[in-house]
């Protein structure tokens, strides 16, 4: 089928053939070194947020912690000291708790929320008692508020707070090593995939070599077989008829254009050979005609002259007589 057809369509179709592989090829693998750095940053980045936030969070337990260390410590410092100073300091400091308190919540996870949740009953309550304590000391009533912060009950709140905090903050140290350890892993295999990806790109070219190589070799073994070689033997025939022998014919390898010239020659080739018959023929003809005319004409003259002789030897006769 291919034989049958056109050349401009064979050398499409050869060209197709091998090109639209390493199309497909080159997409895929230009797809994929566009895909790996992509995946790459995205798994890198991935675990710089979550080594981020886990820090931050890690971060955030200590801060509440000292925190609620430096809450209390104001507060008795106030208490037998009646110093206002360590009111301020205790006032001013609460913003920045409560934020800490409220970002752990809204960062933090459903475990998270529990355990504040736990807490923050007694959170409120060493809140509330620190505040009647800050009072008092208001009121000149120090010792007051000393029997307040020095209670079991504040003792008990302050145990369940701080047992809460401490169990935010071991469960956040160990997600910020978790965290550590899978951003150390996940630069390690960025690395890999950027090795890998380098190995796959040299791959790509050496196969896109040897593609290109057996193409340009699949190439000239088909203008060899399908256009050169054909033209070659059209070429000998044609010299061969010039030379005088009418009988040398083409070989029709296709039906495409070189197939059609070859038969297109071939018929040429007939005509030639029928006309150089009939002319043969024709001519054969006319030397038979003009040696049957020949030897008419030469008895013709034969007769002449027998005749001619017998009327000399007539005239001879009556001469004599």
Not at 105 to 124: C, L
Not at 226 to 246: C, H, M, Q, R, Y
Not at 254 to 272: R, Y
Request: charged share 30%; hydrophobic share 40%.
């Amino acid at each position: 089928m291919f034989k049958n057809l056109k050349i401009k369509t064979k050398i499409i179709v050869g060209f197709l053939a091998i090109n639209i592989p390493l199309l497909v090829i080159g997409f895929f693998a230009v797809q994929k070194i566009y895909q790996t750095p992509e995946q790459i940053d995205g798994t890198v980045q991935k675990s710089m947020d979550d080594l981020s936030k886990a820090t931050r969070l890690s971060t955030v337990s200590q801060l509440i912690r000292y925190y609620d260390e430096f809450f209390t410590q104001s507060m008795r410092d106030y208490a037998y000291t009646q110093d206002r100073k360590w009111r301020d300091r205790y006032v001013s400091a609460t913003t920045t708790g409560d934020a800490l308190v409220a970002e752990a919540v809204d960062s933090g996870d459903a475990k998270d929320k529990e355990i504040f949740a736990r807490v923050n009953d007694a959170n409120m309550s060493m809140i509330t008692m620190e505040e009647d304590a800050m009072h008092l000391v208001d009121n000149k009533r120090a010792s007051e508020a000393i029997k307040i912060l020095e209670s079991p009950e504040y003792a008990k709140q302050k145990e369940i707070y701080k047992n809460g905090l401490d169990e935010y903050a071991k469960l956040h140290d160990e997600k910020y090593e978790v965290a550590k350890y899978a951003s150390a892993v996940a630069l390690r295999n960025a690395a890999v995939v950027s090795k890998n990806t380098e190995k796959a790109n040299i791959t790509f070219l050496i196969v896109t070599f040897i593609f290109c190589f057996l193409g340009g070799l699949i190439m000239d073994i088909f203008f060899a077989f399908f256009v050169t070689k054909p033209l070659k033997e059209l070429e000998k025939t044609v010299k061969t008829i010039a030379s005088g022998d009418e009988s040398a014919r083409s070989l029709i390898w296709s039906k495409d254009e070189i197939g059609e010239m070859a038969q297109a020659l071939n018929q040429m080739a007939d005509n030639l050979q029928k006309s150089k018959a009939n002319v043969e023929e024709k001519v054969a003809e006319r030397t038979s005609e003009l040696e049957k005319l020949n030897a008419f004409m030469s008895n013709r003259e034969i007769k002449m002259a027998e005749l001619k002789k017998e009327i000399e030897d007539l005239k001879k006769k009556q001469t004599n007589v």
